[in-house]
Every structure is written in C-alpha cells, then in structure tokens.
C-alpha cells in the first residue's frame, strides 16, 4: 500500500465535525474572514471547506501534523499560492471584508497589507540597512533620505535588533546570526507597514534563546499588527497565541480561545493530538 493511500485510508476512518469544533467565528472585529476556502493542487484536495475569522490585534495559532494544511492554508491569506501553477484555490477570503481573490486587487499591495515571515530566515544579500529599507522603496513609502532612515531604524527597534546592529548598518545582513537574520526579516517585513503578519514556523530553525527573543517579539508586535504563526511546537503555541486552530488532513477540525484548546478541546481528534497521541 502506497502512503497515499495510506492517508486516503487514514481519512476515512476519522470522524471529522460536520462543522468546526469549537469557536472559530469571533463577535465584533474581525480582520480576515474565511468562508468555504478550498484548495486543490492539481487533483489533491489539501485544504477542505475551511471557515475561520481572525481578529485584529491577536496572535492565531495554526497547529496540527505534518502535511496537514496549516501553511497551506496561510499561504492564501496573502495569495503567496498563486505562484504555484498547480495549485487551485476557491471559496471566500476577506481582509477587512474585501475579497481578496477578486481580479481587481493587486497583488502586491495585498502582500505589503499582509507580510510574511518564512521558516527559514532569507535576508537580501545586502547590507542590513538596505533589507530594510527595499520595501519601503519599491512601494514608494518615503519621499526622502531622512524618511528612509527613520522608517528602518523604527522597523530595527520594533523588531528588537536596533540596538544590536546600529553601529554596523552597512553590513551584510547575510552575515547575522541565525536568530538576528529572522528578527532582520520581520524588520523588513513591518518596514512596509503592514497590517496583517504571517509567520511559517518562524522559530524551527533557531535554538531556545533566539527562539525566546521572537516570541517576546511576537507578543510585542500584536499590540500594532495582527499576526498568524504555524507552529509545530504546541508549547509555543500556547505561549504565544489567544485562539489556535487545530487542523488535521486539511480539515479544520477545531478553533477557540488558545488556553481552551488545551486545557479542555471539544474533539477527540484534537485532544489526541495534544495529549501526543499522535503527531
């Protein structure tokens, strides 16, 4: 039996919710909607029929196995799947109720208006300096020397990094340690002024203490940006995040507040996930 098989059989074995588990709608603001949201690559189903909001100004956490959709799914909320020829995306998705798939909406300022932030750090081969300040230029952001050099500096200290690279801004950001060049990326990523950041395990490749610094970040930057991180660490996720969404097979299994999600979850599936049953 081949493993897709495997997982096809997997699937229909397990009882997923005839709707989401839990709360995944939240009362008063919301900052980005989804409704039905499906996406296919090729043949493969990977994201079934998911509906979520996510409100301003909190961390949401995606959790769940390997393969099951989380980045996936992150990835349509800044329409970064589009690059992908394969890949078929239908349904709903609203940033402050405006249709994000509609054909008048351009592209690239949809992704200044929702940054992302990757599982491993990618600055610019140049200076630290000029990874910050690329965004604010191609968008036309500044008008002036002094308006760039206040905009990355602004975006260095929100990130945390300020203090550790001022005297060496000419630098090669390439040339930071791993846990700087990932607090350079969101730098860079904030520098457009944007009002939604994703983050694909922003944390998997660094070690427990640059690990730390991005989470303090993380819960820093909230006050001023709505951020939505996968993770494959539930402890992170439980540190960091007010609601998680647990998905499993590309189903969007449940979604509430974080602490019930893993003190008291709705569904055995999720439960069993957290508890390590499987994983």
């Not at 609203?94 to 992302?116: S, W």
């Not at 300096?129 to 975006?155: C, M, Q």
């Not at 070690?207 to 939505?228: C, F, G, H, S």
């Amino acid at each position: 039996m081949t493993m897709t098989d495997q997982q096809t059989q997997a699937e229909q074995s397990v009882q997923y919710p005839e709707n989401t588990a839990g709360s995944p709608y939240v009362d008063g603001g919301v900052k980005v909607a989804a409704r039905n949201s499906n996406v296919y690559y090729a043949q493969k189903h990977a994201i079934k029929d998911v509906s979520l909001d996510i409100a301003p100004n909190e961390v949401t956490a995606f959790i769940g196995p390997s393969g099951c959709g989380k980045s996936t799914f992150l990835r349509c909320l800044n329409r970064m799947n589009d690059t992908i020829d394969i890949c078929r995306v239908t349904g709903d998705i609203r940033l402050d109720g405006e249709d994000i798939y509609d054909r008048k909406v351009d592209v690239v300022q949809l992704r200044a208006r929702v940054g992302m932030v990757f599982q491993k750090p990618n600055p610019f081969p140049k200076s630290i300096f000029e990874n910050v300040a690329y965004g604010p230029r191609i968008h036309g952001l500044v008008s002036h020397k002094d308006e760039l050099e206040e905009v990355v500096t602004t975006s260095l200290e929100r990130a945390g990094l300020l203090n550790e690279v001022q005297d060496r801004l000419e630098s090669p950001g390439t040339g930071l340690s791993g846990g700087q060049q990932q607090r350079l990326c969101i730098a860079r990523a904030i520098a457009v002024s944007p009002e939604v950041i994703l983050m694909d395990e922003p944390c998997s490749a660094l070690d427990p203490i640059a690990t730390a610094k991005i989470e303090e970040l993380i819960d820093e930057l909230r006050q001023n940006y709505t951020i939505v991180i996968v993770t494959h660490s539930m402890q992170q996720a439980a540190r960091v995040s007010q609601r998680t969404a647990f998905f499993h097979l590309g189903n969007l299994v449940e979604m509430g507040d974080t602490e019930t999600i893993f003190t008291n979850p709705e569904h055995k599936l999720t439960q069993g996930y957290i508890t390590g049953r499987f994983g």
